[in-house]
């Protein structure tokens, strides 16, 4: 955090208001960095990633402009345009917009694939003030005339670097080409690699840049080291889970392969894990999300890649089964657990030959490692570590008005269930999500097949690794 104020930034009085209410009371340093220049209608170049408050750096000096200068948006015209790389990350960013523009009047969409397009053409068939996108259905949208950006005065690339990973470079180009030449762009980048610096030399106008570290409350977080042979490596996962058996795990591989190989090994002793990798279709994917977060999955095991924009509260662990070889990477992996005041503990394997990286990060980081022998793995407690919960898949969702009390409604109301024998409800479109105890989830899911939810019958099954 810094020490000066948003109003010495220049943000006005109302916007000042709405953040002190959500305890915003110093700018962070990307905040601090790019709100002047975004104020004054610079183009921005951020390097900075998740975590740091870039989301408020973009949307603040947004919200104050497209207030101040009072235009409208005509039909199907949006007035600022941000592009993110996955619908988790758009919908996040339309949150904040919703939070930090509130009483502001101003109008906002998000779109994205993946789901029916009619709610989205409708939101935008008046025109809206702010547009939170992913590039493909935005531009399905563009090309049935659906949405207009002629007259876009800021367009904002966030997590630039991911897209391109994900292949879409050619359609934020078509996009970048749709919006006036005198618009203001803003790019956000974890890292810099060619595409980007490709991006920022074809479509901005003397950027200002921003580098902002990766940084924590590192003394949270517990750090300890494992010297390990490649052969033993996923077998010293499982040993680390038998000991710590923490409650949930993120666990990064450094590729695909990996990921996949680490979750076979950890199914086959009977501990509940799931892969998250960049490929996933929408809907796999979301149903990942779900069980982790619904605590029906130990262990979420992803790739540096995937797990970006993740927004998971309270991990028990991380742990690095792979070193990574970029120290600032490191960093924001066991940034993931130990937040909100809680300690935390992040778990290392390492080999030989990836010692040169543990210097990177020990030099970075400002303090040696502190080694342990793997043979001080030994199990604790009681039989494999196993999930509370056991989430029920049921078909329907939205489109047939299911609501998550409707659900609470039936376990509880209608088949006699304590509230504390269910746990999270997600209702998607299609689907609805609902994690139950584990003692009684077979039986939750019989009964509710044969049952009613809303007066109508559903098909209930339970999701299992
Ligand atoms: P981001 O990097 O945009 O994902 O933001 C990371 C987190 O920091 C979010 O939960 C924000 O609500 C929070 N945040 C952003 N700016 C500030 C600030 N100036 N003071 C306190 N919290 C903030």
Not at 58 to 81: C, H, M, N, S, Y
Request: hydrophobic share 40%; glycine share 8%.
């Amino acid at each position: 955090m810094t020490t000066v104020t948003f109003a010495d930034l220049g943000i006005a009085e109302p916007l000042c208001r709405t953040l002190a209410d959500q305890n915003y009371i110093h700018p962070t340093p990307i905040q601090a960095q790019s709100i002047p220049a975004l104020l004054e209608g610079r183009d921005l170049l951020g390097l900075a990633q998740t975590g740091t408050g870039k989301t408020a750096a973009f949307a603040l000096p947004i919200l104050q402009k497209l207030t101040a200068d009072r235009a409208k948006a005509g039909p199907k015209e949006a007035r600022a345009v941000i592009l993110a790389p996955t619908r988790e990350l758009a919908m996040q960013i339309s949150k904040s917009f919703e939070t930090y523009g509130k009483g502001s009047r101003l109008r906002q969409a998000v779109v994205f694939g993946g789901v029916n397009q009619f709610r989205q053409v409708r939101a935008m068939s008046g025109g809206v003030d702010i547009l939170v996108a992913t590039p493909g259905r935005l531009l399905d949208l563009m090309n049935q005339k659906h949405v207009n950006l002629g007259r876009t005065s800021i367009l904002v690339l966030d997590e630039a670097d991911r897209m391109l990973d994900m292949g879409f470079f050619d359609d934020i180009v078509t996009v970048a080409k749709q919006c006036p030449k005198t618009r203001q762009t803003l790019l956000f980048s974890a890292t810099y690699p060619e595409g980007i610096a490709k991006l920022s030399a074809q479509f901005m106008r003397e950027p200002v840049t921003v580098k902002v570290e990766a940084q924590h409350a590192g003394a949270q977080i517990e750090q300890r080291w494992y010297e390990v042979k490649d052969t033993e490596r996923l077998d010293a996962v499982s040993k680390l889970l038998a000991h710590f058996r923490p409650a949930s795990t993120l666990a990064f591989c450094n590729t695909k392969a990996q990921c996949r190989d680490l979750v076979a090994v950890l199914q086959a002793q009977g501990i509940s894990s799931l892969a998250l990798f960049g490929e996933l279709e929408q809907r796999e994917r979301d149903q990942v999300l779900v069980r982790f977060a619904n605590r029906s999955c130990s262990v979420l095991v992803a790739t540096d890649v995937a797990a970006r924009g993740l927004d998971i509260t309270s991990l028990a662990a991380v742990i690095n089964v792979d070193v990574t070889p970029d120290a600032e990477v490191h960093i924001h992996r066991i940034g993931r657990t130990g937040r909100a005041g809680e300690s935390g503990l992040a778990l290392n394997l390492v080999s030989m030959d990836e010692m040169g990286s543990v210097g990177k990060i020990e030099q970075l980081q400002g303090r040696e490692s502190k080694w342990h022998p793997v043979s001080e793995l030994v199990p604790t407690g009681k039989g494999p570590l196993v999930p509370p919960m056991v989430t029920l898949h049921i078909q329907g969702g939205r489109k047939e008005k299911i609501r998550p009390g409707d659900v609470l409604g039936a376990l509880t109301a209608d088949l006699g269930y304590t509230r504390e024998q269910v746990g999270k409800i997600n209702v998607n479109e299609w689907s609805t999500y609902v994690a139950v105890d584990r003692n009684i989830a077979e039986q939750v899911a019989s009964r509710l097949n044969d049952g009613r939810i809303k007066g109508k019958s559903v098909k209930v099954r339970v999701l299992e690794d």
